[in-house]
């Protein structure tokens, strides 16, 4: 029986891998347009060992499974709703949010689609493994939503799955072996999304569950490819400023998405705003590189002096002192580790859910946020559900502020009157 097993489950490899070739010639891979064009090797380096092109499955890891090409030539587009009955979150099939599935961009045309959420599970530009699994941890982690119900903030009383048609749009493509590769992949899927357009002139808006934060580069990349270069705002939340030039030869990874951002030109340093920096990095020289790149930031340092409520209002202002898109980088280690202890850098002295919460649906209901990614969630390095939960929580968050949104409920730090006093009179 053992023996009869392998057999089967070496036919079915050799069966997917057989179509995959088969239809290769006019199959699209994800990302090939931007090999050898963005993040160029510095003259004279090569990779110790030079990649084999010729192995009939280099490219199936991007190329979209014969079956799937198939669904897409022969069906109606639209969203599937994968949920048979009613019930509680565990009860359901794990999708992000619970939300329907939609899987290619004429199904976000056709169903009018606001946000689609995607996960991407870069890992190989992290010191510490295991950020590959934190899409599929935030997949999991509404265990007690009630699918099919209304549930509003309760500080906006703005329910966003009832406001917006949001979607969960699968997972990018993913050389488990490659950051190198995997990222212009990555940029092309999420461009994919984002280059979606409404006939009220809106784009579809993208949020992507990580994975490292080497995503930063082809998530905002992404994005000025739909923009325009020098068109897109960054405000970036974060312990660590990630804009190394070194890492020991490769020119990506969780610690240099900025910095490659920058030296391409497609975002401004004047344009980059970072919250919650502390510990140990970056150093004297990295902040006089800020500096003299035009960076505005705010470290924990700056928060401990002044006050977390007065830093917030100044993000917000900066926020708006820019470009007319803006995205969101969110590294879950920007919570103290007290309240997120599953990500590969924890570093003491971060910020308070009660903090972060309100500052990004207040940038979300604020400004015009176009696309938003939450990276470095490692859920195999907590042994409770806690730091999956409030990643979670922070989408739904930065959700809630777009339906505000979308509402006009704009002003600053809205919050409902039924929510703030009983009503009751002065005790």
């Known amino acids: ?33 931007y090999e050898g064009t963005q993040a160029p090797i510095r003259d004279g380096e090569q990779p110790v060992i030079p990649l084999d092109k010729g192995d009939p499955s280099y490219n199936a890891w991007r190329t979209p499974l014969p079956s799937f090409e198939g669904e897409r030539e022969g069906r109606t587009p639209g969203i599937i709703d994968p949920q048979r009955f009613f019930g509680q979150g565990y009860m359901q099939l794990p999708t992000f949010l619970h939300q329907p599935l939609a899987f290619t961009p004429e199904d976000l045309a056709a169903a009018e689609v606001d946000v689609a959420i995607m996960g991407a599970f870069t890992d190989m530009g992290g010191g510490a493994r295991g950020a590959s699994r934190g899409p599929n941890a935030v997949r999991n982690s509404s265990i007690y939503l009630g699918y099919g119900t209304r549930q509003p903030h309760m500080h906006v009383m703005v329910d966003p799955l009832e406001d917006m048609t949001v979607v969960d749009y699968g997972n990018a493509p993913n050389d488990y072996m490659s950051t190198e590769r995997t990222i212009h992949a990555v940029r092309s899927f999420v461009r994919q999304a984002a280059e979606v357009k409404h006939k009220d002139g809106s784009h579809v808006i993208p949020f992507i569950v990580g994975g490292d934060h080497s995503l930063m580069y082809p998530d905002v990349a992404a994005l000025t490819d739909v923009y325009g270069k020098g068109n897109v705002g960054v405000v970036h939340f974060d312990a660590h400023y990630d804009a190394g030039k070194y890492g020991m030869g490769h020119l990506i990874n969780h610690g240099m998405p900025v910095y490659r951002l920058i030296e391409e030109g497609l975002v401004e340093g004047k344009n980059f705003i970072q919250v919650a920096l502390r510990g140990y990095y970056p150093d004297e020289k990295a902040f006089d590189w800020m500096r003299d790149n035009g960076f505005r930031y705010h470290t924990m340092a700056e928060i401990e002096d002044r006050g977390f409520d007065a830093v917030m209002e100044d993000v917000i202002a900066e ?21 997120v202890p599953g990500t590969g850098t924890p570093e003491p002295g971060g910020l308070m859910p009660r903090e972060i919460f309100p500052i990004i649906r207040r940038l979300c209901a604020e400004s015009n946020v176009v696309g938003f990614e939450i990276v470095e969630l490692a859920p195999l390095m907590d042994p409770t559900y806690v730091s999956a939960l409030n990643a979670n929580r922070t989408i739904r968050e930065c959700l809630t502020g777009i339906a505000m949104r979308k509402q006009g409920l704009t002003e600053p730090h809205y919050l409902n009157p039924l929510t703030v006093t009983h009503g009751q009179g002065k005790n």
Request: charged share 15%; glycine share 6%.
């Open 319 to 339: 926020a708006n002192d820019g470009p007319e898109y803006m995205y969101i980088s969110f590294d879950i280690d920007t919570f103290d580790p007290a309240f």
């Open 1 to 33: 029986m053992k023996q009869y097993h392998s057999n089967l489950k070496a036919a079915l490899c050799s069966c997917v891998l057989g179509a995959l070739i088969a239809t290769s010639a006019h199959a699209q891979y994800f990302g090939h347009e």
